[in-house]
């Protein structure tokens, strides 16, 4: 062993196992299941965000019926509030919102970037001004993971320092990498709940692919339960993120779970799967309903426009979801119309369109999950981009996806 191995972490016990259950003969892409603490689920998967411990639009049992089996809080947020007092006192985020399944937390990190007016990095952590009463909170990598181990979640992230993958400064881009690395080793240290909560590294290294590989290598070694791919969908072009997606795959082991943070379109999905990625997160479905947008097969479409003011067909034809499904299926049997008459005005009609928009996605999932295993996955991504762009695929897509083997325009 060498003297540098020595100086690494202790690698971690792992609170998960990954049954590797196929893999696409063409592509990159794999189907899993990803035992957690909350139950196994299945890969590839998509997660919806609840960020303070509420999807917005959805009760926990809605979720819940959406087939949602992993969510996702945030550590930053919950810290504020309800604070680490009331989490503990509770028993964590599965009580205090009353969600029975499992629980992924993101450390804080993004706020970095999102709250940036807000935040100073120093290598100690991040000094945050708090958005509820600006009162000052330094988050370090330390309290990050003392949080997580508060709210309980069945995978903690590493606090990673985050630059926008726009940034020209390449040096800040440099150190973060670097300084990324170093605080996974402080929160490795001061995990405590190992033998219940699975930590996971978090690559960084903008969109220099050199820093990204680096960065793989360092990461790896630390031997984590699973790693992200993280610092992107921050407005960096598509090819940009492929390229990054694909590099840092091509390096990471089969048997750990592969999580590109902060995706959610499901073109991008789709795309990032056959680069050989399995776990997605993402606020745009809710989002995007609450402006009265309906995600299909057929693309995206806002149902506030007047066209669909007598439009009495369900919102996407063919969809199980509660809301699609007729009264006689035991659906709600809510028409397109009803959405142009609510969304602009009353708030069901993001509430319906939450629910129907995050079931499309863990849908969407499912039919990806079993194209891999039935090894038909080239041919489910020609359909789907056939029907989403007609002839003409987004450049961006037509290489990546020529790079592992499926040609769009064939």
């Known amino acids: 062993m060498s003297q540098q191995?020595?100086?690494?972490?202790?690698?971690?016990?792992?609170?998960?196992?990954?049954?590797?259950?196929?893999r696409c003969s063409t592509t990159k892409a794999r189907a899993a299941t990803l035992n957690l603490p909350h139950g196994p689920v299945q890969l590839p998967m998509f997660m919806p965000v609840a960020t303070q411990a509420s999807l917005k639009g959805l009760t926990p049992k809605q979720l819940e019926e959406t087939s949602c089996r992993l969510c996702l809080n945030n550590t930053y947020h919950l810290g504020l509030k309800?604070?680490?007092?009331?989490?503990?006192?509770?028993?964590?985020?599965?009580?205090?919102?009353?969600?029975?399944?499992?629980?992924?937390t993101d450390s804080g990190g993004f706020q970095m970037v999102s709250l940036l007016k807000l935040a100073q990095v120093t290598e100690e952590g991040v000094r945050f001004l708090s958005p509820h009463d600006g009162s000052p909170m330094l988050l370090t990598p330390e309290h990050s993971i003392s949080l997580q181990n508060s709210i309980g979640s069945d995978i903690i992230m590493q606090l990673d320092d985050?630059?926008?993958?726009?940034?020209?400064?390449?040096?800040?881009?440099?150190?973060?990498?670097?300084?990324?690395?170093?605080?996974?080793?402080?929160?490795?240290?001061?995990?405590?709940?190992?033998?219940?909560?699975?930590?996971?590294?978090?690559?960084?290294?903008?969109?220099?692919?050199?820093?990204?590989?680096?960065?793989?290598?360092?990461?790896?070694?630390?031997?984590t339960p699973g790693i992200a791919i993280g610092g992107l969908s921050g407005g960096e072009a598509k090819?940009?993120?492929?390229?990054?997606?694909?590099?840092?795959?091509?390096?990471l082991p089969t048997h750990k779970p592969r999580y590109v943070m902060g995706v959610g379109y499901p073109e991008d999905i789709l795309v990032s799967?056959?680069?050989?990625?399995?776990?997605?997160?993402?606020?745009?479905?809710?989002?995007?309903?609450?402006?009265?947008?309906?995600?299909?097969?057929?693309?995206?479409?806002?149902?506030?426009?007047?066209?669909?003011?007598?439009?009495?067909?369900?919102?996407?034809?063919?969809c199980k979801c509660i809301c699609c499904k007729p009264d006689s299926e035991g659906g709600l049997g809510i028409t397109r119309a009803y959405i142009h008459h609510t969304a602009s005005k009353e708030t069901v009609g993001a509430h319906l369109l939450s629910m129907h928009n995050v079931h499309y996605l863990l849908n969407l999932m499912r039919?990806?999950?079993?194209?891999?295993?039935?090894?038909?996955?080239?041919?489910?991504?020609?359909?789907h981009f056939k029907k989403?762009?007609?002839?003409?695929?987004?450049?961006?897509?037509?290489?990546?996806l020529r790079g592992v083997g499926v040609d769009l325009l064939g």
């Not at 402006?291 to 007598?310: P, V």
């Not at 039919?367 to 359909?383: H, N």
Request: hydrophobic share 35%; charged share 25%; with cysteine.
């Open 5 to 22: 191995d020595d100086m690494l972490p202790r690698p971690l016990p792992s609170a998960l196992t990954f049954e590797l259950a196929s």
């Open 162 to 223: 985050v630059i926008a993958t726009t940034s020209p400064d390449h040096e800040r881009i440099k150190e973060a990498m670097h300084r990324s690395v170093r605080w996974l080793d402080r929160c490795i240290e001061a995990h405590k709940k190992p033998d219940s909560q699975n930590l996971f590294c978090i690559i960084q290294g903008g969109l220099d692919l050199d820093l990204r590989r680096e960065c793989c290598k360092e990461m790896v070694a630390r031997d």
């Open 388 to 400: 989403l762009y007609s002839d003409d695929p987004p450049t961006w897509a037509v290489d990546a």
């Open 273 to 318: 799967v056959a680069l050989g990625a399995d776990m997605f997160d993402c606020v745009w479905p809710t989002r995007t309903a609450r402006f009265g947008n309906a995600i299909t097969d057929s693309g995206c479409f806002n149902l506030r426009h007047a066209s669909y003011a007598c439009d009495f067909g369900p919102i996407e034809e063919g």
């Open 82 to 104: 309800p604070g680490q007092k009331t989490l503990d006192i509770i028993g964590g985020a599965h009580k205090l919102q009353s969600w029975p399944h499992n629980i992924l």
């Open 239 to 251: 090819a940009e993120f492929c390229k990054v997606v694909d590099t840092c795959t091509g390096l």
């Open 367 to 383: 039919r990806v999950r079993e194209a891999i295993i039935e090894d038909r996955y080239p041919e489910f991504l020609r359909t």
